[in-house]
């Protein structure tokens, strides 16, 4: 019996069944992206497959922009259960998804497809993943904080604050380098956000601003969470996020980022006082989501969480 790849490609998509012949444990569920080496979805989920008594494993699948559309199609055939996406792939699996659920569609991304007979089904799971991150890591709700997103220019960014805005959280302040990026979000959230219960204070609920300090300066007085989905702060010579001294004991901060477990901008909060988490638990929470909606049962998070702490 043979050991799965560490990648496969789309040619062995294309010829599956004699490809994974030899494997003890069939590959029937696979994460698809490019570049997707560095995925630590397997050693997440394998584990849970494992425990959850499930006869499946999960493999990486290499997937170029040019064979998406093509690799969707072949999913049934080979026996795939499911799927997780991830860069670049995430709004052109929405694109291609027989049905999509209301959060995937607000988002207008896909990161976690279900083969439902002929059709294939699209979740997103990084929006809710977030949500029970931020119970699990602050034992806060999002409904009663008041949020600063700095990356709303980005897929990440766009499922937190969908996420925060149809939980109808009590302020939302979108950041991005690109300006326009966030205002264009923020109408798109205008509607969500409205909240009759929820009376706009001085300052008003939902707002888009530069990634500048005088303009973060002036909205962090009213913040609780903080939230970077950039994808800065993986390299020790990336920028400061959040200026260190704009940073008060009273802020929570959440860094999508995990990788440093300790990320510059948690060691800036810490510092502060401030309360400071990494991503590790959104990708937990997304994958146990991904799990139960491929099974249909509760997915053995000790084990998923275990597996993920493992691969660091
Ligand atoms: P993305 O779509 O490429 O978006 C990147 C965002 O970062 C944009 O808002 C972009 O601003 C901003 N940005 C990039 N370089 C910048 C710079 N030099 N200065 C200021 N802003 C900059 O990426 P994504 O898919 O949203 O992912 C963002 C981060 O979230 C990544 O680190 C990713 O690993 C992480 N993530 C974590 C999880 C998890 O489970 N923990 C899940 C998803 C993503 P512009 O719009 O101006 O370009």
Same mark, same amino acid.
């Given at each position: 019996?043979?050991?799965?790849?560490?990648?496969?490609?789309f040619?062995?998509?294309?010829?599956?069944?004699?490809?994974?012949?030899?494997?003890?444990?069939? *590959? &029937?569920?696979?994460?698809?992206?490019?570049?997707?080496?560095?995925?630590?979805?397997?050693?997440?989920?394998?584990?849970?497959?494992?425990?959850?008594?499930?006869?499946?494993?999960? @493999?990486?699948?290499?997937?170029?922009?040019?064979?998406? =559309?093509?690799?969707?199609?072949?999913?049934?055939?080979?026996?795939?259960?499911?799927?997780?996406?991830?860069?670049?792939?995430?709004? /052109?699996?929405?694109?291609? @998804?027989?049905?999509?659920?209301d959060?995937?569609?607000?988002?207008?991304?896909?990161?976690?497809? @279900?083969?439902?007979?002929?059709?294939?089904?699209?979740?997103?799971?990084? *929006?809710?993943?977030?949500?029970? *991150? =931020?119970?699990?890591?602050?034992?806060?709700?999002?409904? #009663?904080?008041?949020?600063? $997103? $700095? /990356?709303?220019?980005g897929?990440? /960014?766009?499922?937190?604050?969908?996420?925060?805005?149809? #939980?109808?959280?009590?302020?939302?302040?979108?950041?991005?380098?690109?300006?326009?990026?966030?205002?264009?979000?923020?109408?798109?959230?205008?509607?969500?956000?409205?909240?009759?219960?929820?009376?706009?204070?001085?300052?008003?609920?939902?707002?888009? =601003?530069?990634?500048?300090?005088?303009?973060?300066?002036?909205?962090?007085?009213? =913040?609780?969470?903080? $939230?970077?989905?950039?994808?800065?702060?993986?390299?020790?010579?990336?920028?400061? $996020?959040?200026?260190?001294?704009?940073?008060?004991?009273?802020?929570?901060?959440?860094d999508?980022?995990?990788?440093?477990? &300790?990320?510059?901008?948690?060691?800036?909060?810490?510092?502060?006082?401030?309360?400071?988490?990494?991503?590790?638990?959104?990708?937990?929470?997304?994958? @146990?989501?991904?799990?139960?909606f491929w099974?249909?049962?509760?997915?053995?998070? #000790?084990?998923?969480?275990?597996?993920?702490?493992?691969?660091?």
């Open positions: 019996m043979a050991e799965p790849k560490n990648v496969y490609t040619a062995d998509l294309k010829d599956w069944a004699s490809v994974t012949k030899k494997l003890e444990t069939p *590959a &029937r569920i696979a994460v698809f992206g490019d570049p997707v080496e560095h995925s630590r979805s397997p050693q997440m989920h394998n584990p849970a497959l494992e425990a959850g008594g499930n006869d499946c494993q999960y @493999v990486r699948l290499h997937i170029k922009e040019d064979e998406l =559309i093509e690799a969707l199609g072949l999913l049934k055939d080979a026996g795939f259960l499911g799927i997780n996406v991830t860069i670049p792939h995430k709004g /052109g699996v929405f694109d291609q @998804v027989e049905v999509a659920t959060v995937a569609s607000r988002i207008g991304a896909v990161n976690t497809v @279900v083969v439902e007979g002929d059709q294939l089904v699209g979740h997103n799971t990084d *929006a809710p993943g977030l949500k029970r *991150a =931020i119970r699990e890591q602050f034992s806060v709700d999002l409904t #009663d904080l008041r949020i600063m $997103i $700095i /990356g709303a220019g897929g990440a /960014g766009k499922a937190a604050a969908v996420q925060c805005a149809m #939980d109808h959280c009590d302020r939302l302040v979108l950041v991005n380098r690109t300006l326009e990026k966030a205002e264009a979000l923020k109408e798109e959230l205008v509607e969500l956000m409205a909240d009759p219960d929820k009376l706009e204070g001085p300052a008003s609920r939902l707002v888009a =601003i530069p990634w500048e300090e005088k303009a973060m300066e002036h909205e962090l007085e009213q =913040i609780d969470l903080i $939230i970077n989905a950039t994808s800065l702060g993986m390299k020790r010579t990336d920028p400061e $996020i959040v200026p260190q001294r704009l940073i008060e004991p009273h802020h929570l901060v959440y999508m980022v995990y990788s440093p477990s &300790r990320t510059r901008l948690m060691v800036a909060a810490e510092a502060e006082g401030a309360k400071a988490a990494n991503g590790l638990s959104m990708l937990l929470w997304q994958g @146990v989501l991904a799990y139960e099974f249909n049962k509760e997915a053995p998070v #000790d084990a998923m969480r275990k597996g993920l702490e493992d691969s660091l």
